[in-house]
């Protein structure tokens, strides 16, 4: 069996896995620091020419809301903010990376599916639930589970065997990961998300949304996180194989104030109607983002 550090040395130096763009990675890092001004981060995007024009065209999108045309980036970024910029760069640069292509053992339509639902409802629950929306709430639910497509990428006969073993023994995914790799998804997604200089609290995010109450830079993002992969399973019809059995935890329902069952039940229900529009929205948005 392949040894945790061997895996994580994989991940972090020999595969080849898309690198965040410069300039995305600048994006991220300019829009951490408070002395960054909107003007300074308007021209590091207006340097690159492609991703302005995406830029523009998803700032003006229905899922952003804003009822005047955006011209220029500078402006985008007064109207959107910061945290907006940095999601809408960093899920341009990530789009194509999670579009990979699947086969008979895993459905990439689908787990493109349930990325975008969880990073949806993220970003509706942490608004709903009264918390500071962020970038990183939505990019933590999109991103989440980006160590199953590098799993299945990368590494895959022991996908294959982690996926015989889960049917064979009746065990939920991740524990056959554990029995066959040593380490989860979870790690794999947190890796990459380090090696991608992503910010701590987005980098637990990933690392912790399957074991939600060892979070310590950011409990309330990671508690969102988790609650949004539950119902992005609960909303977007049959899970996946590596999603079988996934339940809330009840101490982050109880964190966040959800833990009252008929609460619960009508967030499901009122997401039910509102989160298809804001998925094709999304969906729409970054397949013209892609011309
Ligand atoms: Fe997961
Ligand atoms: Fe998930």
């Keep these: 069996m392949a040894s945790p550090q061997f895996i994580r040395d994989k991940v972090q130096t020999i595969i080849q896995l898309p690198t965040l763009p410069a300039v995305a990675q600048e994006v991220v890092e300019m829009v951490e ?11 590091v995007i207006e340097a690159d020419q492609a991703l302005t024009g995406k830029v523009l ?12 045309q955006i011209a220029t980036v ?7 903010g910061f945290d907006a910029l940095k999601e809408i ?10 579009q990979k292509k699947g086969d008979a053992t895993f459905d990439a339509h689908r787990f493109w599916d349930h990325s975008i639902y969880s ?13 500071r929306v962020s970038g990183e709430v939505f990019v933590g639910g999109l991103l ?16 294959d065997e982690i996926q015989q073993r889960a049917e064979s023994s009746g065990l939920p995914f991740i ?3 554990r029995e066959v790799l040593g380490v989860t998804h979870a790690d794999i997604g947190g890796w990459l998300a380090e090696r991608w200089n992503f910010p701590n609290h987005l980098v637990e995010a990933i690392f912790k949304h399957h074991e939600p109450l060892e979070a310590k830079e950011n409990p309330d993002l990671v508690s969102i996180i988790h609650c949004a992969d539950v119902l992005a399973n609960t909303l977007c019809g049959s899970p996946m194989q590596y999603e079988e059995g996934l339940t809330f935890h009840p ?34 948005m970054f397949g013209a983002a892609r011309d």
Excluded: C, W
Excluded at 37 to 42: D, K, T
Excluded at 57 to 68: D, H, L, Q, R, V
Excluded at 120 to 131: E, M, N, T
């Design 57 to 68: 065209k998803i700032a003006n999108s229905a899922f952003y809301g804003f009822p005047k």
């Design 74 to 80: 500078d402006f985008a970024i007064i109207v959107l």
């Design 33 to 43: 620091n408070p002395k960054t001004s909107a003007s300074r981060l308007g021209r």
């Design 144 to 159: 989440h589970d980006m160590g199953i497509s590098a799993l299945h990428q990368y590494f895959r006969n022991e996908y």
């Design 251 to 284: 101490d982050v329902l109880h964190r966040l104030h959800l833990d009252d069952p008929g609460l619960l039940d009508r967030y499901v229900e009122n997401y039910r109607s509102i989160i298809a529009s804001d998925i094709t929205q999304f969906k729409s």
């Design 119 to 131: 990073g949806v409802i993220a970003r509706r629950l942490a608004r709903d639930l009264g918390y």
């Design 89 to 98: 760069v960093i899920s341009i640069s990530l789009v194509s990376a999670l």
């Design 175 to 177: 524990e056959a990961e």
